[in-house]
């Protein structure tokens, strides 16, 4: 059994959350929005609890650590957790430099041919150099910001439960907290697991 407290620890790891209903238990049917900003968090919390007032409701706000690094101009504006591009990109020509030379060494010394080896070597620099870049922090980057953190940096983030009993339920109190803004909505069972609403 996951309480919400647990549950947004694990969404929003290394913040700092504070425990306002945070110890009530997930049931197999919560609703759960992550919603930037306290007062659109209070907002949403008294709009479900006037639609649905059977369905028990709580929040936690997660809160932002202070900065670990002094911004320097090259940081991602919109990710959770500043990183620079240029990490990424050394990642990737360091990498990219390892893998081409060692591929290129040794398929040159098994074919016997420099030429194989270049090519090979090639290749295997371009692979090297992408597996770098995603191990360095690029699969941040990467389409749609590929975590499922909201991403409001400086800003507090609530998650807001509501405990439904049954999954019509838990479809219903997802569309009142659809209708109040363009929040994340999702279905979380009593183990964490979730899935969106409409899947």
Known sequence: MTTLLEYATT???NHITDDDGGDK???????VAHVVGSANAAELV????????????ASVMVRPNDATLVPQGGEDPEGVVDLPYRRVAAS?????????AIV?????LITGSPMAGFIAGGFG???GGMIAAIA??????????GWDQPHAPDHTVAVVAAFATSEDEAMEAARVMDEVGPYEVRIVSSDGAWHSPNT
């Open 104 to 108: 290129g060494v040794v398929v040159g």
């Open 46 to 57: 008294q709009r479900v609890q006037r639609v649905l007032p059977k369905v028990e409701v």
């Open 25 to 31: 238990v997930l049931t197999d049917h919560t609703a």
């Open 125 to 127: 620099a371009v692979l």
């Open 136 to 145: 360095g922090g690029g699969a941040r980057l990467a389409g749609e910001r």
């Open 11 to 13: 969404q929003f790891p």
């Open 92 to 100: 990737s020509i360091a990498g990219g430099a390892v893998v081409g």
